[in-house]
């Protein structure tokens, strides 16, 4: 059949009298349908594979101009009288009305086409697959288990047809039944990839991790080069929080696909949280080399190098992301590092080149602040307008930089405003009944407390803050009746967290060590929870043991190195305490305890120098962190300067 024979159907269907050569079609009927008779076979004996695609396409054009048909029944009376080859044409043209109205996001009409699709080619298994989707998407499970059976008995047991089946009974809840349709035939999901890894999604879902795990491996020493049942893997053991299993399992999908780009990172964070920095270094720079125009993959190459304490090989990877992408707010990433002079450089620029982006703005004023120049800070953190991303973040920081500045008023007004936009966040309560505090109004701050509370009743931060001002308060009876109530409210894990920290203020640390243990033992991987067992426990090693897990929950928080660093010092390990302290500092250098804590363990180990810079670290971040009590802000330093005449006597 050639493509000049579709015309005469399209004239027909739009109502036009047509005759020619050996075929001759039917007058048009009321309904609007017609049948088309052919009248000599020789035609459809010369229709060939290539003939029949290019009628389908060319039929499919031309009838888009024809008004569509919406009834069932009569396409159905259509696709029984038409003829073979014109079928497709019409499955076609449905298909694509469909993919129309689902760009317009217009479901019903895409569903309807879909089934006008299926009637002219009802054994598509492409048609019955997005139909199936389609109701899954729309939440109508009945419908799209029908459709996937109909799938079934009109294409067979073929494998993506199991995998449709199977899908749609997970969806509903059927999990037995879904792992039922693919291990049947036994042998299918052996030698099927796709079958495979949903097999063991299936019994992953039923909470049997160790059957998962054995499924996909058995897939892997079937698919050798696939990294996939290795990414699954993978993903398994850090959802379990085996990160060293998931980074093996990471090298060997990266080892079988060098160009995955998401194993690839996958993997250079899995270096990272098991403290392989090397590692991760190497591997973003082979991602970095691998995508020329990827300025993010140079970025976190400069952060691994200057983590590391290579600071001008993280200043070449730093350029090399601003000529990738000029527009980039490159300094952010040296924030968290405390490296700030090329943050600065590097957002003026990028400030320069888009004065109007909110971000940019945010991060300079950002920069300026961590490196003290406050009120050139404040002009750029007060040019974030209000319906920004960063509008309350950078409220905040106006408000730390006032205070630091001595204008207490102005940094109240600050936190205010931060408030208004956003009144239920627990982080902002917290600091704003800390300002309160400050200037003396403790029951203001009680009241901000107890209003926010009543927003966020789950929110747990807003309990510990109002506890801890009832016990400031000396209202004992108040704070006990506020544990009882969160008994009824929160879970285990948070009473028991709030009954620790209350022990802690009260200067309990043998309840403190018994409440924290319980409150591990109800949620293991709690950062917060291992933390605190580290703080409180007995013996060294209980406490070198606790931090080691906090780190491998957040390998980069400064607090669970630090809290590591401690412990390795009470153990004796002065020289890997130094290491760990002094990366914590270069993570958070305005935390005054932990460059304190560094100056300690760098004196007992003999490093008279580096214990002199570390107190000096810590007295200029004891400049920009005056606390509540004046007392006790003069006796922190009055300690540090003790501390700093000590080292410079001989021996």
Same mark, same amino acid.
């Given at each position: 059949?050639?493509?000049?024979?579709?015309?005469?159907?399209?004239?027909?269907?739009?109502?036009?009298?047509?005759?020619?050569?050996?075929?001759?079609?039917?007058?048009?009927?009321?309904?609007?349908?017609?049948?088309?008779?052919?009248?000599?076979?020789?035609?459809?004996?010369?229709?060939?594979?290539?003939?029949?695609?290019?009628?389908?396409?060319?039929?499919?054009?031309?009838?888009?101009?024809?008004?569509?048909?919406?009834?069932?029944?009569?396409?159905?009376?259509?696709?029984?009288?038409?003829?073979?080859?014109?079928?497709?044409?019409?499955?076609?043209?449905?298909?694509?009305?469909?993919?129309?109205?689902?760009?317009?996001?217009?479901?019903?009409?895409?569903?309807?086409?879909?089934?006008?699709?299926?009637?002219?080619?009802?054994?598509?298994?492409?048609?019955?697959?997005?139909?199936?989707?389609?109701?899954?998407?729309?939440?109508?499970?009945?419908?799209?288990?029908?459709?996937?059976?109909?799938?079934?008995?009109?294409?067979?047991?073929?494998?993506?047809?199991?995998?449709?089946?199977?899908?749609?009974?997970?969806?509903?809840?059927?999990?037995?039944?879904?792992?039922?349709?693919?291990?049947?035939?036994?042998?299918?999901?052996?030698?099927?990839?796709?079958?495979?890894?949903?097999?063991?999604?299936?019994?992953?879902?039923?909470?049997?991790?160790?059957?998962?795990?054995?499924?996909?491996?058995?897939?892997?020493?079937?698919?050798?080069?696939?990294?996939?049942?290795?990414?699954?893997?993978?993903?398994?053991?850090?959802?379990?929080?085996?990160?060293?299993?998931?980074?093996?399992?990471?090298?060997?999908?990266?080892?079988?696909?060098?160009?995955?780009?998401?194993?690839?990172?996958?993997?250079?964070?899995?270096?990272?949280?098991?403290?392989?920095?090397?590692?991760?270094?190497?591997?973003?720079?082979?991602?970095?080399?691998?995508?020329?125009?990827?300025?993010?993959?140079?970025?976190?190459?400069?952060?691994?190098?200057?983590?590391?304490?290579?600071?001008?090989?993280?200043?070449?990877?730093?350029?090399?992301?601003?000529?990738?992408?000029?527009?980039?707010?490159?300094?952010?990433?040296?924030?968290?590092?405390?490296?700030?002079?090329?943050?600065?450089?590097?957002?003026?620029?990028?400030?320069?080149?888009?004065?109007?982006?909110?971000?940019?703005?945010?991060?300079?004023?950002?920069?300026?602040?961590?490196?003290?120049?406050?009120?050139?800070?404040?002009?750029?953190?007060?040019?974030?307008?209000?319906?920004?991303?960063?509008?309350?973040?950078?409220?905040?920081?106006?408000?730390?930089?006032?205070?630091?500045?001595?204008?207490?008023?102005?940094?109240?007004?600050?936190?205010?405003?931060?408030?208004?936009?956003?009144?239920?966040?627990?982080?902002?309560?917290?600091?704003?009944? /800390?300002?309160?505090? %400050? *200037? @003396?109004? $403790?029951? #203001? &701050?009680?009241? +901000?407390?107890? !209003?926010?509370?009543?927003?966020? =009743?789950?929110?747990?931060?807003?309990?510990?803050?109002?506890?801890?001002?009832?016990?400031?308060?000396?209202?004992?009876?108040?704070?006990?009746?506020?544990?009882?109530?969160?008994?009824?409210?929160?879970?285990?894990?948070?009473?028991?967290?709030?009954?620790? /920290?209350?022990?802690? %203020? *009260? @200067?309990? $640390?043998? #309840? &403190?060590?018994? +409440?924290?243990? !319980?409150?591990?033992?109800?949620? =293991?991987?709690?950062?917060?929870?291992?933390?605190?067992?580290?703080?409180?426990?007995?013996?060294?090693?209980?406490?070198?043991?606790?931090?080691?897990?906090?780190?491998?929950?957040?390998?980069?928080?400064?607090?669970?190195?630090?809290?590591?660093?401690?412990?390795?010092?009470?153990?004796?390990?002065?020289?890997?305490?130094?290491?760990?302290?002094?990366?914590?500092?270069?993570?958070?250098?305005?935390?005054?305890?932990?460059?304190?804590?560094?100056?300690?363990?760098?004196?007992?180990?003999?490093?008279?120098?580096?214990?002199?810079?570390?107190?000096?670290?810590?007295?200029?971040?004891?400049?920009?962190?005056?606390?509540?009590?004046?007392?006790?802000?003069?006796?922190?330093?009055?300690?540090?300067?003790?501390?700093?005449?000590?080292?410079?006597?001989?021996?």
């Amino acid at each position: 059949m050639r493509a000049r024979d579709i015309f005469p159907i399209a004239q027909k269907r739009a109502g036009v009298e047509h005759s020619d050569g050996p075929k001759t079609v039917s007058k048009a009927r009321p309904g609007g349908t017609f049948a088309l008779r052919m009248m000599s076979s020789r035609v459809a004996v010369r229709s060939s594979t290539t003939s029949r695609v290019r009628a389908a396409l060319v039929g499919s054009v031309v009838a888009a101009a024809a008004p569509m048909t919406p009834a069932r029944s009569v396409a159905a009376s259509e696709g029984a009288t038409s003829a073979a080859p014109y079928a497709s044409a019409q499955a076609y043209r449905h298909l694509l009305r469909a993919e129309l109205a689902l760009v317009r996001a217009d479901l019903a009409t895409a569903h309807d086409e879909l089934r006008l699709a299926l009637v002219y080619d009802p054994t598509s298994l492409h048609l019955h697959e997005r139909l199936v989707r389609l109701a899954l998407s729309q939440g109508t499970l009945t419908k799209a288990r029908r459709y996937a059976e109909r799938a079934r008995a009109q294409v067979g047991d073929r494998a993506p047809v199991l995998r449709l089946v199977a899908e749609v009974a997970k969806a509903e809840g059927r999990l037995g039944d879904a792992e039922r349709v693919l291990r049947a035939p036994q042998a299918r999901w052996r030698s099927d990839l796709e079958t495979g890894l949903a097999l063991a999604h299936v019994v992953a879902a039923q909470q049997r991790r160790p059957a998962a795990l054995r499924i996909l491996r058995r897939v892997a020493r079937h698919h050798p080069r696939s990294p996939r049942p290795w990414i699954d893997i993978a993903n398994h053991h850090r959802a379990a929080g085996r990160w060293a299993a998931s980074t093996s399992a990471l090298a060997a999908a990266s080892s079988r696909a060098p160009l995955e780009s998401s194993a690839a990172r996958a993997l250079a964070d899995g270096y990272e949280r098991t403290l392989r920095l090397a590692d991760a270094q190497a591997a973003w720079v082979s991602i970095a080399r691998r995508a020329p125009a990827d300025a993010g993959a140079a970025l976190q190459a400069g952060r691994l190098a200057l983590a590391r304490g290579h600071r001008k090989r993280a200043q070449r990877w730093v350029e090399e992301a601003v000529r990738r992408d000029p527009e980039a707010a490159v300094g952010l990433v040296f924030l968290a590092e405390g490296w700030d002079p090329p943050a600065v450089a590097a957002l003026r620029e990028a400030v320069r080149r888009r004065p109007s982006d909110p971000a940019l703005r945010f991060g300079l004023g950002r920069a300026l602040a961590r490196s003290g120049r406050t009120w050139e800070a404040l002009g750029h953190l007060g040019r974030v307008p209000a319906g920004a991303e960063d509008y309350v973040a950078a409220r905040v920081l106006m408000s730390r930089a006032l205070m630091r500045g001595g204008q207490h008023q102005r940094a109240e007004l600050a936190l205010e405003v931060a408030l208004e936009a956003r009144p239920s966040s627990a982080a902002l309560v917290d600091r704003y009944a /800390e300002l309160l505090v %400050r *200037r @003396g109004r $403790r029951e #203001a &701050a009680l009241l +901000a407390t107890q !209003r926010a509370r009543s927003l966020a =009743p789950l929110e747990v931060q807003l309990w510990s803050t109002e506890l801890r001002l009832l016990d400031r308060l000396g209202r004992g009876g108040a704070a006990r009746g506020l544990l009882k109530a969160a008994g009824h409210t929160l879970s285990a894990a948070d009473c028991l967290r709030l009954i620790t /920290e209350r022990h802690l %203020r *009260r @200067g309990k $640390r043998a #309840a &403190a060590r018994v +409440a924290a243990g !319980r409150w591990v033992r109800a949620a =293991p991987r709690a950062f917060e929870a291992l933390l605190t067992a580290s703080r409180v426990a007995r013996s060294a090693s209980s406490a070198r043991r606790w931090a080691r897990r906090a780190i491998g929950e957040r390998p980069r928080d400064p607090e669970a190195i630090a809290a590591l660093g401690i412990a390795l010092r009470r153990e004796g390990d002065h020289s890997a305490a130094v290491e760990h302290l002094r990366r914590a500092v270069r993570l958070n250098p305005w935390d005054a305890r932990i460059a304190e804590a560094w100056g300690d363990a760098a004196a007992a180990s003999g490093r008279r120098d580096e214990a002199r810079r570390a107190y000096a670290s810590a007295r200029r971040a004891l400049q920009g962190d005056r606390r509540a009590l004046k007392a006790d802000w003069r006796r922190d330093w009055r300690r540090l300067q003790r501390k700093r005449r000590r080292l410079r006597r001989p021996g």
